[in-house]
C-alpha cells in the first residue's frame, strides 16, 4: 500500500486524511501492525480509485505456505 500511496503522490497524513482514515491507524496498516477490516479495506480501495480485489491482488505472494 505504501508504494500504491506514493505513487498517487499522497504522503501518508494526507491519504488518511482522503480516506477518513486516522494517520496512526494508516501507519500501523503499511506497517503490517494491525490487520484492517474488510470495511477498511473497502475504505482504502476506493481511496486509491481502485477495486478491492486489485487492492488485494498478490497479497498473499509473499506468505509461506504453513504446513497442517
Same mark, same amino acid.
Given at each position: 500500500?505504501? &508504494?500504491?500511496?506514493?505513487?498517487?503522490? !499522497?504522503?501518508? &497524513?494526507? !491519504?488518511?486524511?482522503?480516506?477518513?482514515?486516522?494517520?496512526?491507524?494508516?501507519?500501523?496498516? &503499511?506497517?503490517?501492525?494491525?490487520?484492517?477490516?474488510?470495511?477498511?479495506?473497502?475504505?482504502?480501495?476506493?481511496? !486509491?480509485?481502485?477495486?478491492?480485489?486489485?487492492?488485494?491482488?498478490?497479497?498473499?505472494?509473499?506468505?509461506?505456505?504453513?504446513?497442517?
Amino acid at each position: 500500500m505504501r &508504494e500504491l500511496r506514493a505513487k498517487q503522490g !499522497f504522503s501518508q &497524513e494526507a !491519504f488518511a486524511d482522503h480516506c477518513g482514515l486516522h494517520r496512526t491507524a494508516m501507519s500501523l496498516i &503499511e506497517r503490517g501492525k494491525r490487520v484492517p477490516s474488510l470495511r477498511t479495506l473497502l475504505t482504502l480501495s476506493q481511496g !486509491f480509485g481502485i477495486s478491492l480485489s486489485e487492492l488485494l491482488k498478490d497479497v498473499d505472494k509473499g506468505s509461506a505456505k504453513r504446513p497442517r
